[in-house]
């Protein structure tokens, strides 16, 4: 294990400990300040399509965003894990038609629209740990998103990269690997700011 994955395991483990401490009121209350101020980006409040995803466990709350892009006709696209661990899509249809999937996910029961549907995206919503001012981002290792990103790159594709967090899980540096992806924006219960060196 070199420096940069010890210290992701390290970064991953203080901001999970950290998640722990939650209460059910507190993720509840994230969720609602983050849609809001997840509107405030002008890349959101514009986007026409939005690849998100259903939060899970002590992640910050994304069902009161999905529901608000949702009502203001936004296409929002879910991701369905696929068994080696890539993500499909579907549509989101409303929280009735979200189903219990593998891992504790929530996954919608529409037409799967392969992997590639994520490049017609306006943004892509990501979930993570920690991100730095430098948009480095801190997934939780599976790597289904450094698929997603590194499938957008390679199309060409330039959707703005925005990752959900709580405030204090935006930290001084990430440490980074070749593969990683810097994202464009956090978002937070406190508000959304861009990141430095990101568009």
Same mark, same amino acid.
């Given at each position: 294990?070199?420096?940069?994955?010890?210290?992701? %395991?390290?970064?991953? =483990?203080?901001?999970?400990?950290?998640?722990?401490?939650?209460?059910?009121?507190?993720?509840?209350?994230? &969720?609602?300040? /983050?849609?809001?101020?997840?509107?405030?980006?002008?890349?959101?409040?514009?986007?026409?399509?939005? #690849?998100?995803?259903?939060?899970?466990?002590?992640?910050?709350?994304?069902?009161?965003? !999905?529901?608000? /892009?949702?009502?203001?006709?936004? @296409?929002? !696209?879910?991701?369905?894990?696929? $068994?080696?661990?890539?993500?499909?899509?579907?549509?989101?249809?409303?929280?009735?038609?979200?189903?219990?999937?593998?891992?504790?996910?929530?996954?919608?029961? +529409?037409?799967?629209? &392969?992997?590639? %549907?994520?490049?017609?995206?306006?943004?892509?919503?990501?979930? +993570?740990? #920690?991100?730095?001012?430098?948009?480095? =981002? !801190?997934? @939780? +290792? +599976? &790597?289904?998103?450094?698929?997603?990103?590194? =499938?957008? #790159?390679?199309?060409?594709?330039?959707? %703005?990269?925005?990752?959900? /967090?709580?405030?204090?899980?935006?930290?001084?540096?990430?440490?980074?690997?070749?593969?990683?992806? $810097?994202?464009?924006?956090?978002?937070?219960?406190? &508000?959304?700011?861009?990141?430095?060196?990101?568009?």
């Amino acid at each position: 294990m070199n420096d940069e994955t010890s210290g992701k %395991a390290s970064l991953r =483990r203080e901001v999970l400990t950290a998640r722990a401490l939650l209460t059910s009121q507190n993720i509840e209350e994230a &969720g609602a300040l /983050l849609a809001s101020a997840a509107l405030d980006l002008p890349e959101l409040a514009g986007a026409r399509t939005v #690849a998100a995803y259903v939060s899970v466990g002590r992640e910050p709350g994304t069902r009161a965003l !999905l529901d608000t /892009l949702r009502s203001r006709g936004v @296409r929002v !696209l879910l991701p369905v894990l696929l $068994p080696d661990n890539d993500l499909d899509w579907a549509a989101y249809e409303g929280p009735e038609h979200l189903v219990p999937a593998g891992r504790g996910l929530r996954e919608p029961d +529409g037409v799967r629209l &392969g992997p590639a %549907a994520v490049l017609a995206a306006d943004a892509v919503l990501l979930p +993570g740990l #920690a991100v730095d001012g430098r948009g480095m =981002r !801190l997934g @939780r +290792g +599976g &790597g289904s998103y450094d698929r997603v990103l590194a =499938r957008l #790159a390679a199309a060409g594709a330039r959707p %703005a990269l925005v990752v959900l /967090l709580y405030a204090n899980e935006v930290v001084a540096r990430v440490p980074e690997e070749p593969h990683d992806h $810097p994202v464009d924006a956090v978002v937070t219960p406190a &508000g959304a700011r861009r990141l430095t060196g990101n568009p």
